[in-house]
């Protein structure tokens, strides 16, 4: 069974930090690219962030680039998303999602249960 875990949402102000974390289980994590979307409160959802199987490469969203950084851990099988300067704009639901193939296409197959950013001063 593949599982999803995610970790690391909380509230911070603007300006601050989070790194997210993501526990894959159930398949082998080094031979998918593994990706973060969020969803804003009332709106749909927004991917943010793409990494490829053996974590060389990473690609983001406009909105986050410059600010957040996406990586992962084969041997432990974790995806994390550091985020920096966050802005209330950046407040989500995050999700770690894994994807069907080894390439950045938008398609999906498991998606975690999500963790909470509030950003708020």
């Known amino acids: 069974e593949v599982t999803l875990v995610e970790s690391g949402g909380g509230l911070v102000q603007p300006g601050g930090s989070l790194r997210l974390s993501c526990v894959a289980s159930g398949f082998t994590f080094s031979q998918y690219a593994m990706t973060w979307v969020r969803q804003a409160p009332g709106k749909g959802l927004e991917w943010v962030s793409s990494?490829?199987?053996?974590?060389?490469?990473?690609n983001y969203a406009d909105s986050v680039k410059g600010r957040f950084t996406i990586s992962r851990g084969n041997a432990k099988a974790t995806l994390y998303l550091q985020m920096n300067n966050l802005k209330p704009d950046d407040t989500a639901e995050y999700f770690c999602?894994?994807?069907?193939?080894?390439?950045?296409?938008?398609?999906?197959?498991?998606w975690g249960q999500g963790t909470q950013v509030a950003v708020s001063s």
């Open positions: 999602v894994k994807s069907l193939g080894i390439s950045f296409s938008p398609e999906y197959d498991y």
């Open positions: 990494i490829t199987p053996n974590g060389g490469s990473g």
